[in-house]
């Protein structure tokens, strides 16, 4: 059972050493959202058509989404404003329904395009009736909370790198004898030499090579990392197996 | 005690070779720090021959077997293996058997794939050796569960069962009451007759070796003192 464990956690630990960029990528990727794009906002009275002014939005190619803004956080925020200017909010002449919706562009908008579309939903309600927002990228909002989120995901792979690497090196101490021992009485009672040396080579080397031959394929892998994973794995098995005695 | 008309010097310890040597040592002497293990050996083994080593502990046996075997090369003079390809087993006075594995498994290990034709050769020779020494109902018990006894009996088993051409056996007969050694040592001389395996077997115990046959050397303080032959202890 031991000796499964070990050979799983050497392909495990091969395996992070070298994928250690497509391990950060994947986790930046997933830290990151990386869909920049354009948007505005739009408010209008509840007394316009604004389902049938959302239906045309949506069939434009430019517009990505439409998000429906939460009407009630909507009238808070009006209320608020208008309290703070001291109007009465309360007065019947006063409408407070309103609609929002946050305009969404796709990635590849033009400038052009995105004022086109801002223009045309001033043709589609009456401009007593509606609120327009300017044009804005959510780029820098994004981005400071991608650093974060990014350098955060920092100290992820080196967890993992550590408990991989804690894991076997538990399961290497814990095996280091039992594999010693075997290969002494082999050498002992079979007509073979340097038997725990080709089993290392064979073993480890083999997991090497098969995880050298994929990731050969994948442009993001860490080569000093691998030119790493060799040198440990040769000095793991002619310095860490060098007393290849019963007493060790 | 010896006859003192047998004690003689170191020339005798060729005394009885059957056929041709397979070791030699010539002027061999061992030196741990200041402590001298062995001191000018000089003597010839004969292939097919029976070897007693007698000594009081701390004569200098097992340092003697370990020179042999190959296992600690000597601090002077010369150990000659004479035929290089000849293959050695050893059954260490710490028995060394895998605790946490069985009987069976144990024995497992001389199985060489280049000596044997197939595993079930290998299963039929581990079943008539474990018959002889009646342990084959004992073969899936962990080591760390059996007596001092089965250990010996599986770690002589383990080396016969790697076909060796000679056999070094280190006080192999510590725990095993006469009954038990005798049928041990009717094993080595049935392998020793019909294949021509060289015994060599280090023993304090002069009772048990007199009543079998072969050459007898015996140390003191590291020194050759005496070579014979066992039946004259």
């Given at each position: 059972?031991k000796?499964?464990?070990?050979?799983?956690?050497c392909?495990l630990?091969?395996?992070v050493l070298?994928?250690?960029?497509?391990?950060?990528?994947f986790?930046?990727?997933?830290?990151?959202?990386?869909?920049?794009?354009?948007?505005?906002?739009?408010?209008?009275?509840?007394?316009?058509?604004?389902?049938?002014?959302?239906?045309?939005?949506?069939?434009?190619a430019?517009?990505k989404?439409?998000?429906?803004?939460?009407?009630?956080?909507?009238?808070?925020?009006?209320?608020?404003i208008?309290?703070?200017?001291?109007?009465?909010?309360?007065?019947p002449?006063?409408?407070?329904?309103?609609?929002?919706?946050?305009?969404?562009?796709g990635l590849?908008t033009?400038i052009?395009?995105?004022?086109?579309?801002?223009?045309?939903?001033?043709?589609?309600?009456?401009?007593?009736?509606?609120?327009?927002?300017?044009?804005?990228?959510?780029?820098s909002?994004?981005?400071?909370?991608e650093d974060?989120?990014i350098?955060?995901?920092?100290?992820?792979?080196?967890s993992?790198?550590?408990?991989?690497?804690?894991?076997?090196?538990?399961?290497?101490?814990?095996?280091?004898?039992?594999?010693?021992?075997?290969?002494?009485?082999?050498?002992?009672y079979?007509?073979?030499?340097?038997?725990?040396l080709k089993?290392?080579l064979?073993?480890?080397?083999?997991w090497l090579?098969?995880?050298?031959l994929i990731?050969?394929?994948?442009?993001?892998?860490?080569?000093?990392?691998?030119?790493?994973v060799?040198?440990?794995v040769?000095?793991?098995?002619?310095?860490g197996?060098?007393?290849?005695?019963?007493?060790? | 005690?010896?006859?003192?008309?047998k004690?003689?010097?170191?020339?005798n310890?060729h005394y009885?070779?059957?056929?041709?040597?397979?070791l030699?040592?010539?002027?061999v002497?061992?030196?741990?720090k200041?402590?001298?293990?062995l001191s000018?050996?000089?003597?010839?083994?004969?292939q097919g021959e029976?070897?007693?080593?007698?000594?009081?502990?701390?004569?200098?046996?097992?340092?003697?077997?370990?020179?042999?075997?190959?296992?600690?090369?000597?601090?002077?003079?010369?150990v000659?293996?004479?035929?290089?390809?000849?293959?050695?087993a050893?059954?260490?006075?710490?028995?060394?058997?895998?605790?946490?594995?069985?009987c069976?498994?144990?024995?497992?290990?001389?199985y060489?794939?280049?000596i044997?034709?197939?595993k079930?050769?290998?299963?039929y020779?581990?079943?008539?050796f474990?018959?002889?020494?009646k342990?084959?109902?004992?073969?899936?018990?962990?080591?760390?569960?059996?007596n001092?006894?089965?250990?010996?009996k599986?770690?002589?088993?383990r080396?016969?069962?790697s076909?060796?051409d000679?056999i070094?056996?280190?006080?192999?007969?510590?725990?095993?009451?006469q009954?038990?050694?005798q049928?041990?040592?009717?094993?080595?001389?049935?392998?020793?007759?019909k294949?021509?395996?060289?015994v060599?077997?280090?023993?304090h115990d002069?009772?048990?070796?007199?009543?079998?046959?072969?050459?007898i050397?015996?140390?003191?303080?590291g020194?050759?003192?005496h070579?014979?032959?066992?039946?004259f202890?």
């Amino acid at each position: 059972m031991k000796g499964f464990g070990f050979v799983f956690l050497c392909g495990l630990f091969i395996l992070v050493l070298l994928a250690q960029n497509i391990v950060n990528d994947f986790l930046e990727s997933k830290f990151a959202k990386k869909d920049y794009f354009s948007y505005f906002y739009v408010l209008m009275s509840s007394s316009e058509n604004h389902e049938d002014v959302v239906r045309k939005l949506r069939d434009l190619a430019e517009i990505k989404q439409i998000e429906t803004l939460n009407q009630a956080v909507i009238a808070k925020e009006v209320k608020k404003i208008l309290s703070e200017l001291d109007v009465n909010t309360l007065s019947p002449m006063l409408n407070l329904e309103y609609v929002g919706f946050k305009i969404i562009f796709g990635l590849k908008t033009s400038i052009r395009s995105q004022q086109l579309v801002r223009e045309y939903v001033e043709r589609l309600v009456d401009k007593k009736n509606l609120i327009l927002g300017d044009i804005k990228d959510n780029i820098s909002e994004k981005k400071d909370q991608e650093d974060f989120l990014i350098q955060k995901s920092h100290f992820i792979y080196p967890s993992i790198l550590l408990m991989v690497i804690g894991l076997w090196l538990v399961f290497f101490i814990s095996l280091k004898k039992t594999l010693s021992r075997i290969a002494y009485l082999v050498e002992q009672y079979q007509r073979r030499r340097q038997v725990l040396l080709k089993t290392l080579l064979i073993g480890v080397g083999s997991w090497l090579v098969f995880f050298i031959l994929i990731f050969s394929f994948i442009p993001q892998v860490n080569h000093l990392n691998a030119v790493g994973v060799i040198i440990l794995v040769l000095f793991m098995i002619v310095g860490g197996f060098k007393k290849n005695m019963w007493e060790s | 005690m010896f006859d003192q008309s047998k004690t003689i010097n170191q020339k005798n310890a060729h005394y009885g070779l059957k056929s041709g040597k397979i070791l030699t040592l010539d002027n061999v002497g061992v030196n741990f720090k200041n402590f001298n293990a062995l001191s000018t050996i000089q003597m010839d083994i004969g292939q097919g021959e029976i070897l007693f080593i007698t000594g009081a502990s701390g004569a200098g046996k097992t340092t003697l077997l370990r020179v042999l075997s190959g296992q600690l090369p000597p601090t002077k003079g010369r150990v000659q293996l004479l035929r290089p390809n000849a293959h050695m087993a050893l059954v260490f006075q710490d028995l060394r058997l895998m605790e946490n594995y069985t009987c069976e498994m144990n024995l497992m290990m001389a199985y060489d794939t280049s000596i044997y034709k197939n595993k079930n050769e290998f299963i039929y020779d581990m079943i008539e050796f474990a018959n002889v020494l009646k342990i084959r109902n004992r073969l899936n018990l962990k080591i760390k569960d059996a007596n001092g006894g089965l250990k010996q009996k599986v770690a002589i088993l383990r080396a016969l069962l790697s076909r060796p051409d000679v056999i070094f056996l280190d006080e192999p007969t510590s725990s095993l009451d006469q009954e038990n050694a005798q049928k041990i040592f009717e094993l080595l001389n049935f392998l020793n007759v019909k294949k021509g395996l060289t015994v060599i077997w280090a023993s304090h115990d002069r009772d048990l070796i007199r009543s079998f046959s072969g050459r007898i050397i015996h140390l003191d303080g590291g020194r050759l003192i005496h070579a014979g032959h066992a039946c004259f202890i």
